[in-house]
């Protein structure tokens, strides 16, 4: 499993950028597809902080693919209210990122 170690203040931070944010993803009937996580490693190189809304799921299902896409993803599940997830991973280039952590 990816291992960024997060602060609260860090991740209390992250949560309230992700409040402006729309879902740049959707998580479906068809499930973690390859494909999903393609698109994601693209969002999380470019955008650092990525929202997803998951369609269909029951919480414990939603509970479960958010550890499983943190992993898969090598990223942070920030936090997951109702139907939707943040998730984090800071750009490894100084350089290109774009989200000050503090």
């Given at each position: 499993?990816?291992?960024?170690?997060?602060?609260?203040?860090?991740?209390?931070?992250?949560?309230?950028?992700?409040?402006?944010?729309?879902?740049?993803?959707?998580?479906?009937?068809?499930?973690?597809?390859?494909?999903?996580?393609?698109?994601?490693?693209?969002?999380?190189r470019?955008?650092e902080?990525?929202?997803?809304r998951?369609?269909?799921?029951?919480?414990?299902?939603?509970?479960?693919?958010?550890?499983?896409?943190?992993?898969?993803?090598?990223?942070?599940?920030?936090?997951?209210?109702?139907?939707?997830?943040?998730?984090?991973?800071?750009?490894?280039?100084?350089?290109?990122?774009?989200?000050?952590?503090?």
């Amino acid at each position: 499993m990816y291992e960024f170690p997060l602060t609260g203040a860090q991740r209390s931070h992250l949560r309230g950028l992700g409040q402006r944010l729309e879902p740049a993803l959707k998580l479906g009937r068809s499930g973690a597809t390859p494909e999903f996580f393609t698109e994601l490693q693209k969002l999380l190189r470019t955008r650092e902080l990525v929202k997803l809304r998951f369609v269909g799921a029951e919480r414990d299902e939603r509970a479960a693919l958010c550890d499983r896409i943190a992993a898969e993803g090598r990223c942070v599940c920030v936090g997951a209210v109702g139907h939707t997830a943040l998730f984090y991973r800071q750009n490894p280039e100084p350089g290109e990122r774009r989200i000050a952590l503090g």
